[in-house]
Structures are given as C-alpha cells and as structure tokens.
C-alpha cells in the first residue's frame, strides 16, 4: 500500500506532496498541512490515538483530526494536541 490516503476519498499518494496537493484540490475545505502528517509516518507503530469527546479511536493522527473535522467541527485540534496522548494498541485491545 502506499503510504498516503486521502481520508476523504481513499485516494493514494506515493509522497506526502502528492496528497498535500490533492486535498488542495479536490477537499478545499479541509484544512491539512505537513505537520499534520508528522506522526503518520511510522515513527511509532502500534499507537493509537483517541477523541477526547467521544469513543472514536484512530492509529494514525489524521485520521483523528479528520474525525474531528466531520464530527466535532466547533473543535479546533492539530496535530500537536494529540502527540502527547499516544497509547499503544496493545493497551487498548
């Protein structure tokens, strides 16, 4: 698999460019930045990061802020709020 998915649509990206770009284009509205995707690369594999406001659960923080954006979108979060909330998935099973 490629190691960038568009969390919208699916669509895959060799490099982070790549779906920097596509989210410019095809999901404007969705406000993304390399930061963002910092933590995505596998720096810690088995993490797991969780909504402070619901059940929802996500390995990879985009995911969460992305979460955010459809179902809490009052909320402003980035990727640095949830660096320091990483628990291993073992830990959740």
């Known amino acids: 698999s490629t190691p960038y998915q568009c969390t ?3 669509s895959e990206y060799n490099n982070l460019h790549g ?17 963002d ?7 810690n594999p088995g993490a797991v ?18 979460h955010y954006q459809k179902r809490h979108p009052a909320i402003k979060v980035t990727a640095e709020d949830f660096v320091h909330d990483v628990e291993q998935s073992a830990d959740i099973a």
């Open 8 to 10: 919208v649509c699916q």
């Open 19 to 35: 779906l920097l770009t596509h989210y410019g284009k095809k999901h404007p509205g969705m406000k993304v930045k390399a930061a």
């Open 49 to 66: 990061y969780k909504c402070r406001h619901c059940p929802y659960i996500n390995t990879r923080i985009h995911g969460v802020l992305t």
């Open 37 to 43: 995707f910092a933590q995505d690369i596998d720096i």
